[in-house]
């Protein structure tokens, strides 16, 4: 495969997750402030999926930076 053709399917690649992390993002949230609790008791779980969502396409953009750094 050529250099050029990595470089788009990892600019492809990277769009799509961040698109489909923000979905992801935005389910999560509406499915926790839909819940009849308070918002205090809402914020940890909030927080949390923010967390882990973001901080699995960081990880996964590092990767991919990597990935066609090294091609």
Do not use: D, H
């Not at 923000?22 to 949230?29: D, M, N, P």
């Not at 308070?38 to 967390?51: A, H, K, L």
């Not at 973001?54 to 996964?60: I, K």
């Amino acid at each position: 495969m050529e250099n050029q053709q990595k470089q788009t399917i990892i600019l492809w690649t990277k769009r799509v997750l961040g698109l489909l992390a923000i979905l992801v993002w935005g389910y999560a949230i509406i499915t926790i402030s839909q819940s009849p609790a308070p918002f205090r008791e809402q914020v940890p779980y909030c927080m949390g999926s923010t967390m882990l969502i973001f901080g699995l396409l960081t990880m996964v953009y590092k990767g991919l930076e990597y990935w066609g750094k090294n091609t």
